[in-house]
C-alpha cells in the first residue's frame, strides 16, 4: 500500500503489477507510475503524452 502524494489517500497496486505500470488515486483521480524499491513500491508522477498530429 502506498500514499498519494496529492491527497494522502491510501493506493493499494493490484497484487500483479510491474514496475512502470499506471495507478490512479480513487480519491483525487491522479495518476502515478509504479517505481519498484525492493520488495514495496513507491509512486512517481505518470508522463502524460499528448497526441501528435503532425503539426
Given at each position: 500500500?502506498?500514499?498519494?502524494?496529492?491527497?494522502?489517500?491510501?493506493?493499494?497496486?493490484?497484487?500483479?503489477?510491474?514496475?512502470?505500470?499506471?495507478?490512479?488515486c480513487?480519491?483525487?483521480?491522479?495518476?502515478?507510475?509504479?517505481?519498484k524499491?525492493?520488495?514495496?513500491?513507491s509512486?512517481?508522477?505518470?508522463q502524460?503524452?499528448?497526441?501528435?498530429?503532425?503539426?
Amino acid at each position: 500500500m502506498v500514499k498519494c502524494p496529492e491527497c494522502d489517500a491510501e493506493i493499494k497496486p493490484p497484487s500483479d503489477s510491474i514496475e512502470g505500470e499506471i495507478v490512479t488515486c480513487q480519491d483525487c483521480g491522479a495518476s502515478y507510475e509504479l517505481v519498484k524499491e525492493g520488495k514495496e513500491y513507491s509512486l512517481r508522477p505518470a508522463q502524460t503524452v499528448g497526441e501528435d498530429w503532425g503539426q
